[in-house]
């Protein structure tokens, strides 16, 4: 044990500046054990949220259904099955201003560059809102006039409110995430791909450069984003857009020929010749037409 310890002595005494390296892989490896720790602390909190709104949401799509059942036999002169149109149409606008919001992102190329993880069905978020918008859109009634039962409008209501929780949740993953699950070259790319997009829609550019920008702007998402078939109509709408043509300024208006100095006036009645110019100083051609 007394060589141990001498040893060790010994070898702190020769290598007494390993201290300082040491502390610093120390102080390294505690605060990446701290932000770990912060991570999994939002991810924790973040999963409480998501919890909590599911959890409202079915809440009010509990409270909806029981107003449906009260109103329902009040309102309609049938049976207590059948549940009034105000609220199908409710849901219906509910049901189609989600859809128009993921639109807003499904046809725009420029957000799809931004939150990519918006059209990534391999991000679970994405995945569970495409699969809670599949069992909206097929629960949907075909109009808001058409009788349906309490049991339908139910399981409708349900699969709105899922949808609608769905996608904040999708939503605010994809604007959390960005660009950060692509590698360094990856991103690099989304970002000419980003400058080339601006230059494929400007107005002020030639047809060309246009036409140029987007063959490049499909070349750096290759491999990277899948663009739908409609966000890709969109987009070359855009690109082809007929440039302003510049304006034209009127044609001037005939100038009254005013007669020569030398000329007599030519009666109505007498046929026009051609036109003669009085010979300039040096000419011999007699004042021949030119």
Do not use: C
């Not at 049938?78 to 189609?96: G, M, Q, W």
């Not at 918008?133 to 409708?156: F, G, H, N």
């Amino acid at each position: 044990m007394d060589e141990f310890i001498q040893g060790f002595w010994n070898f702190a005494q020769h290598y007494w500046w390993l201290i300082f390296p040491i502390m610093a892989m120390g102080g390294g490896a505690a605060k990446a054990w701290e932000q770990g720790s912060k991570r999994r602390h939002e991810r924790r909190l973040e999963t409480l949220r998501m919890k909590a709104q599911l959890k409202t949401a079915e809440i009010e799509a509990r409270a909806l259904t029981q107003q449906a059942k009260r109103r329902g036999p009040s309102l309609v002169d049938t049976t207590a099955s059948v549940v009034p149109n105000d609220l199908v149409a409710r849901l219906f606008a509910e049901h189609d201003e989600i859809t128009a919001r993921w639109l807003d992102y499904e046809l725009d190329v420029a957000k799809l560059i931004a939150f990519p993880a918006m059209s990534d069905g391999r991000q679970p978020l994405t995945a569970a809102f495409l699969r809670a918008k599949k069992t909206a859109d097929a629960l949907r009634p075909a109009s808001a006039e058409v009788k349906v039962s309490e049991q339908q409008i139910t399981e409708y209501l349900q699969a709105v409110g899922d949808y609608a929780v769905a996608f904040e949740i999708a939503e605010k993953d994809a604007r959390r995430l960005r660009d950060s699950t692509f590698t360094a070259p990856e991103r690099k790319r989304l970002e000419r791909a980003q400058q080339l997009l601006k230059v494929a829609v400007d107005e002020s550019a030639t047809q060309a450069e246009r036409n140029v920008a987007y063959k490049r702007v499909r070349e750096e998402l290759d491999g990277l984003i899948l663009l739908s078939d409609d966000a890709v109509t969109v987009l070359e709408k855009q690109v082809a857009k007929e440039i302003s043509a510049p304006e034209t300024t009127a044609p001037e208006p005939e100038r009254m020929r005013l007669p020569l100095r030398d000329e007599k006036p030519r009666d109505a009645n007498t046929p026009a010749g051609p036109a003669r110019i009085p010979p300039l100083p040096g000419d011999d051609d007699g004042g021949m037409p030119r």
